[in-house]
């Protein structure tokens, strides 16, 4: 969520940000003006019809005691209380608009950040070389399929388009990724956790995804009790909620977690046949990097959240390029991202593998997300980033056609194969 007082200042700034990202926003940027200028005049007349109130029935007891008739001030404070009555019952219908709007605004994309969609997204640097064959390479699907790594036919069958079931060397080789991923964010002092795949609407509230993406995820229709609840999407909407409602500490910042989770994600069948196989599925694995910092270390924080990413990719061998996304091209909820993308040689292009982003403090301002200053006492709103460590769905399929030989076997990135008791080569 935008700061109020940024918008009450600053409308034509915060109005040319958010037109960055593509989308006119000046109509409920005029709005929210508007509801907060009756907001402020509602809270003020309350008060004073209050005041009022409070001092007409002080001089009920004396007037009493007197003798004498207090006729004519119970009717003022019969018409107060109906006024007040009426103010509040509008005040909530205001507040109520007022916050839908905001809730719905994105964030305000970094001034730094390229107008418009991924047609302008920067590249940054390169890693690497791309890969070349000195034969006819096969794509990941057949790969996966003949050495019995992937069971596409019986993934539609048990669940229908966009799901796989991982098989043999497969499942080890998915296995021996994510322990390789989640061991190196352990060694580099991030807190690992297993958080509930099942959420609160307020989770995705929290997030920026909610409410304006809220029919892109799947519904429980048979929750524990009435409340709304969703399968996640990514860690992120959980990890980004752990501290909903709390004021921490400034000693205790930076927080750093990671998470591996399953993700489940409905719009994943809306693609085109050229991202066929673990493109895009509706459920897939990911290992995921979220921090809480004070303002001035979120700079410092994005730096290392694009490090590991990129540190991670290049140890598999992997040729790879870090691209700074347009304003256009980041999520609702980000101020910046830059994405991950490795080559998967059969789709003739690059393919995001991780998006590490800023939030700044938009998802804070959403959760009630603060910490309290040493210095001044006072509290402020922490600042919230998150960063694919990674997602497999890609990766797996980037390996395998990277990685295969002209007999159709398999060589294994030497970082896994600990993890795979030593093997070097996935052969039938």
Not at 79 to 87: D, F, G, P, Q, S
Request: glycine share 8%.
């Amino acid at each position: 969520m935008l700061d109020i007082k940024l918008i009450r200042e600053t409308p034509d700034y915060v109005k040319a940000g958010l037109l960055k990202k593509g989308t006119d926003y000046s109509e409920s940027i005029d709005r929210i003006l508007e509801l907060d200028i009756r907001r402020r005049t509602l809270i003020s007349e309350t008060e004073t019809d209050k005041a009022e109130q409070n001092k007409l029935s002080k001089q009920i007891p004396q007037i009493k005691k007197d003798g004498g008739d207090a006729t004519e001030i119970f009717a003022q404070l019969n018409t107060l209380k109906e006024k007040i009555k009426n103010l509040g019952s509008e005040l909530k219908n205001v507040e109520e608009e007022l916050d839908d709007i905001m809730l719905r605004l994105p964030n305000m994309p970094d001034d730094d950040l390229a107008n418009g969609g991924k047609e302008n997204n920067e590249t940054l640097r390169l890693h690497g070389e791309p890969h070349e064959f000195d034969f006819e390479p096969k794509n990941h699907m057949d790969l996966c399929t003949e050495l019995n790594l992937i069971d596409y036919e019986r993934g539609v069958k048990l669940s229908g388009s966009n799901f796989w079931v991982y098989r043999n060397m497969g499942s080890r080789l998915e296995w021996a990724l994510l322990n390789y991923f989640i061991d190196t964010h352990i060694a580099d002092g991030y807190e690992l956790l297993f958080v509930p795949y099942m959420l609160q609407y307020q989770c995705g509230l929290t997030a920026g995804q909610f409410p304006k993406f809220a029919d892109e995820v799947f519904k429980i229709e048979n929750p524990p009790d009435e409340r709304l609840r969703y399968l996640l999407p990514t860690a992120e909407a959980a990890l980004c909620s752990l501290h909903r409602d709390e004021i921490l500490t400034e000693a205790e910042l930076p927080k750093k977690y990671v998470s591996f989770t399953q993700c489940f994600r409905r719009e994943a069948g809306t693609y085109g046949s050229d991202e066929r196989g673990m493109i895009r599925g509706h459920q897939f694995n990911k290992v995921e990097m979220v921090q809480y910092t004070t303002p001035e270390g979120s700079a410092e924080a994005f730096d290392e959240l694009v490090g590991k990413a990129e540190a991670l990719v290049a140890n598999l061998g992997f040729h790879f390029r870090t691209v700074k996304l347009a304003a256009g091209d980041c999520s609702d909820a980000m101020a910046r991202t830059f994405d991950i993308e490795i080559q998967i040689p059969s789709m003739q292009g690059y393919k995001e593998v991780s998006s590490v982003s800023n939030s700044r403090c938009y998802q804070s301002r959403r959760g009630a997300m603060r910490f309290k200053r040493e210095s001044t006492g006072k509290t402020e709103f922490m600042h919230t980033l998150n960063g694919s460590g990674l997602a497999t769905s890609r990766i797996l399929p980037a390996l395998v056609e990277q990685n295969q030989q002209k007999d159709g076997s398999i060589v294994v990135p030497e970082v896994l194969r600990k993890y795979l008791g030593g093997v070097e080569v996935i052969t039938n």
